[in-house]
Each structure stands twice: as C-alpha cells, then as structure tokens.
C-alpha cells in the first residue's frame, strides 16, 4: 500500500485531524543509512509527525526539524517542503534499544531527552520563523505535542508508531495528530481524552491493513476527510550542489585534494548519496573560485 497522508476536520468535537502512512518511505531511509531498529523507529516518527506539519502549511513552505536529545543517536534532522517529499538522517544510525519490561523500541533512550527539539519554516520572509523547546521525553509524539501547546498554542494529541520485523524490515510506520481548535469545549476535551485511553497503538493498526481514513473513523465517526496527499522519501541533492558545497572549503584544501587524494567523494548526509569529483573537476572548481 502507497504511503499517504489524509487531512480532515471533525466539526462535532471541534478538532482538526491528520493522519499518515510511512511504512514505505521509512524502509526507503532504513536501506540508505542502514538504520538499526530502534534508528528506523525514531526516525520513522520524526518523518510522520514532520510531514503532517508539512500538510499543515498551505504555502509549500521549507520545514526542517532538528532533534537532539543528547543520547547516542545523536542529531536527527528532517526536511520537507510541504509537498508530500521528505529526506531526513541520523548522526548514528546503528543505535539498537528495548525496554526490559515490554520489549518494546526503546526509542527515548536512542534519542535522549537533555536536548531540544527545533523547528525551522522558511516562509519567504527576511528570517525564518524558528521554534525551540526542550524535549520532554525522546520518545517523539509527547515532544511534538509540547511542541505545539508551547510555541504554538494549539493543544494536540501526537500518536506516533513504528513496528520493525526481526530481519529489521519495516512493517509498518505513520501516525495521526488531533488539534483542537479555539472554539472546542471541556466536552469536547473530554471526548478526545477519553477515546485516548485504551486506543491501540497506531502502528498495530496499520500492519494490520488500516488506512488513515479508517483510522481517524475509529476515532471520530463523523470525520470530514478533506485532502489526501502521496509521500516519498526523496531527496533534492545533485552534483552541482556538492561543487558548490566544495567550494566553501577553501582553495587550500581543494589544492591538498587534488596534490594528495587526486579527487575526492562527497556524500550527501540525507540519503547518502555518493559523488565522485576526479582531478580535471577539482582543477576546475579552482579555476572558476579564482
């Protein structure tokens, strides 16, 4: 099944709604960085909360959210331009956890929570709007939701899942957010706090075959569905833009690429990409920085 997000309104309880598919577009990133299970869950819900905030921005405005909460995993980065495409990375993909009790990913120990969670949006203004707030857990979907009721404003429920097989395939990845919006009442809270309790868990769901249009009728019968939108992990990279990455390292170390190494390869940190520049090409990007 293709990887999806859907976007509807529930006017009963006074709630937007957004859930996705990412199973795909997660097994994608996995093969790339060659990520160790509990790396695929934490990236894969760094990628589903990221592209519906994507699907939130109506003007295809860049969105890149950084994640660091000081555990092994290092850094986590990922980037979207509102437009169903996302690429994304971890500093340290071979980062494997469980908890004891449950066996289950222990994705807040990999990521850490003595750090930050950033979001950047380029909206075509002089400077950026940037939102920072500290992690609450690493576990992803509680920061998210600190992240919205604190920079933004907007209460929200963020379920956020990723199931990952033994020989570390995925087997399913995605998540839905709940926002409420100004005019929703304590009934309304109540209803969504309710339905919360003993919801199962999101990537069970959709292993077991739920779209995200079942999914968000289970949580609300009444749900308009108003979009849908495709999603693919892609990234934007080219050889013209690793030349011009080159050229901000300086001639002296281009020369010492070129009297030492006689070229060199530069990989691209989103979907490890490999470019190989020989000697000519280096000689070449001398000359025009001259």
Known sequence: MKDYLVRGIVESKNCRVFACQT???LEVARKKHGLW??????????????????AMNKNHEKMTITINGGGPIGSMIASTNSDGKIKAFVANPEVHYTYN???????GVAVGKEGTLQVIKDMGLKEPFVGTVPLKSGEIGDDFSY?????????????????????????????????????????DIEYIENKMKDFPAVSSLIHEGKTPEDILKMLFDDVDILESQDLAFECDCSKDKMS???????????????????????RCHFCNTAYQFSEDELKELLKQMK
Request: aromatic share 4%.
């Open 147 to 187: 992240y919205f009721m604190v920079s933004e404003q907007i209460p929200s429920v963020v379920s956020l899942g990723v199931l990952v097989n033994d020989t570390n395939e995925i087997l399913s990845s995605g998540g839905f957010i709940i926002q409420l919006l100004p005019d929703a009442s304590e009934e």
């Open 244 to 266: 011009g990455a080159l050229m901000t390292v300086g001639k002296d170390e281009i020369q010492a690429m070129i009297d030492e190494d006689h070229g060199c390869e530069m």
């Open 23 to 25: 199973t795909e577009l």
């Open 101 to 107: 009790d449950t066996g289950k990913l222990a994705v």
């Open 37 to 54: 299970p509990t790396a695929s869950a934490a990236l894969g819900r760094m990628m589903s909360a990221t592209l519906m905030m994507g």
